[in-house]
Each structure stands twice: as C-alpha cells, then as structure tokens.
T-cell receptor, first 111, second 114 residues
Framework: GQQLNQSPQSMFIQEGEDVSMNCTSSSIFNTWLWYKQDPGEGPVLLIALYKAGELTSNGRLTAQFGITRKDSFLNISASIPSDVGIYFCAGGFLGNTPLVFGKGTRLSVIA | GAGVSQSPSNKVTEKGKDVELRCDPISGHTALYWYRQSLGQGLEFLIYFQGNSAPDKSGLPSDRFSAERTGGSVSTLTIQRTQQEDSAVYLC????????????FGAGTRLSVL
C-alpha cells in the first residue's frame, strides 16, 4: 500500500538538543497528523494540521503543513528523556477515512 | 470505555490455525479501522467500517483476512490458516463526532505465528 517518505529513520541526540523530522508524499493530503508510539502501546496523537502553511505548536512540539500539501515537518525543542519513542507522520482527508502512514522516526535521547 | 480496547494483547499460534482479534472502540465513534504494523514498518491500512455502510476492504492482503463489526460497536478481525508472514502487531483505531479524522488507537494485538 501507499506509504509516506519519512526521514530520518532514526536519531540519537543529547538531552536538551532540538530535533527535526519530516515527511513527504507524491500525492496531496488535506490533513497531516503526527503520532508518537511508545513500546507496547498504540500511537498517540501529538499534533493535527488541517490547512496548507499552518504552523501549530503543542508545548515543545511544533509542526507545519507544507504549502504544496505534500509534506510536513515536526520539530521538538529541548529534548528530554521521555521524548524517546517512534514518531509517525500520517496523511489523510477530512471525514472518517483511513490514514496513510510513514515508516516512523525512532528517537533516542542520551541523558 | 474511555479508550480503544483490544484483546488479546498477545497471541501465539501455530501456522495454519485461525485467529480472532477483538477491538472495542470508543463509545459513540462511528468509524473503526484496522491497521497492521510489521517490524520496523509504518502502519498499513487493512479495513475500515463507517456507520452502517459496507466496509472498505481494499487493504486486506488476502482472502484469509476478514472482519466484521457487530451492532456498530465491537469488531473482530479474523485471520484464517495463519502464515508466518502474518506475524505483526494489529492495531485498531476509532474516530467520530467530527470531520477532523482524529483516530484514537488501541494498544494492539501482537500476533506471532510459529
């Protein structure tokens, strides 16, 4: 099935550093979502974006919906140990329809 | 319940056996989705139910996979004659109430086919 191109695949960073990850698609979406998955758990929604160019923050997290509607990025500022996990981007459409997911970015934070 | 509930959390089965995975969505959510997550991969859409409409089965990998949703609530994903490549985490999500397509996930069922 269709998947998004998410990069990087993994990151090792020092506590306190900022992190950036992004997602691109060959097709347009009108909603982008970012989820985080901890081991043994399901993905948990971090940020949802609905408008091209939109920049949205949730605490230390900031995400943007690309102008072309084909990409999105997520930034995490001043990382802390509990930021460890796998971050997934997902593209979709308004209404209750299936999402298309990236393969995830595995984040490791070194204290 | 407060969130999406899936059972069992882990299932080990022998190749060739049938398995049933259960999902209890958030109360009142009209849409229910099944995704599969293979090791190191993203989530792959399998099937979804929206209200009383016929389910969208376009993501099912083979005719060994089927799902039903009874009474617009609980759903069961059935895999017949399991194969080793069916080993994965099966995640269920639900959404509803708005058009914003915010999907809430259960913790998943980890299926291991020996």
């Amino acid at each position: 099935g269709q998947q998004l191109n998410q990069s990087p695949q993994s990151m090792f960073i020092q506590e306190g550093e900022d992190v950036s990850m992004n997602c691109t698609s060959s097709s347009i979406f009108n909603t982008w979502l970012w989820y985080k998955q901890d081991p043994g758990e399901g993905p948990v929604l971090l940020i949802a974006l609905y408008k091209a160019g939109e920049l949205t923050s949730n605490g230390r997290l900031t995400a943007q919906f690309g102008i072309t509607r084909k990409d999105s990025f997520l930034n995490i500022s001043a990382s802390i140990p509990s930021d460890v996990g796998i971050y997934f981007c997902a593209g979709g459409f308004l209404g209750n329809t299936p999402l298309v997911f990236g393969k995830g970015t595995r984040l490791s934070v070194i204290a | 319940g407060a969130g999406v509930s899936q059972s069992p959390s882990n299932k080990v089965t022998e190749k060739g056996k049938d398995v049933e995975l259960r999902c209890d969505p958030i109360s009142g959510h009209t849409a229910l989705y099944w995704y599969r997550q293979s090791l190191g991969q993203g989530l792959e859409f399998l099937i979804y139910f929206q209200g009383n409409s016929a389910p969208d089965k376009s993501g099912l990998p083979s005719d060994r996979f089927s799902a039903e949703r009874t009474g617009g609530s609980v759903s069961t994903l059935t895999i017949q004659r399991t194969q080793q490549e069916d080993s994965a985490v099966y995640l269920c999500a639900s959404s509803g109430g708005t058009s914003l397509n915010i999907q809430y996930f259960g913790a998943g069922t980890r299926l291991s086919v020996l």
